[in-house]
Nanobody, 126 residues
Framework: QVQLVESGGGLVQAGGSLRLSCTAR????????MGWFRQAPGKERDVVAA????????LYADAVKGRFAISRDVAKNTVYLQMNSLKPEDTAVYYC???????????????????WGQGTQVTVSS
């Protein structure tokens, strides 16, 4: 069982930055691949970024490449999403997700993940 708690959301002006954190309560956090998803009103929940259990593999949605960076600190049981050059279209609820995996694979689809956080709101004003 894994419990995920996100933090770091808020209101920021376009062009600004935020860093989201997701802390996992799990016995062996290093055995989990992680992902960040987002969902805007009336839209599907889509992947933003994902990282393998080792941290050696990452993937990004095209819309955030070059602006967002995902990382993890196994010692702190935490995964981060650094968001720079934010745009109004980045406004959404951001969710952290975990999937049991000991490989180098990253996972893009919602159905592939086993555990979800409660979400944190990110609002970017123009």
């Amino acid at each position: 069982q894994v419990q995920l708690v996100e933090s770091g959301g808020g209101l920021v002006q376009a062009g600004g930055s935020l860093r989201l954190s997701c802390t996992a309560r799990a016995r062996t956090f290093s055995s989990y691949a992680m992902g960040w998803f987002r969902q805007a009103p009336g839209k599907e929940r889509d992947v933003v970024a994902a990282i393998s259990w080792s941290g050696g593999s990452t993937l990004y949605a095209d819309a955030v490449k070059g602006r967002f960076a995902i990382s993890r600190d196994v010692a702190k049981n935490t995964v981060y999403l650094q968001m720079n050059s934010l745009k109004p279209e980045d406004t959404a609820v951001y969710y952290c997700a975990a999937k049991y995996s000991s490989g180098r694979t990253t996972f893009r689809e919602r159905y592939e993940y086993d555990y979800w956080g409660q979400g944190t709101q990110v609002t970017v004003s123009s």
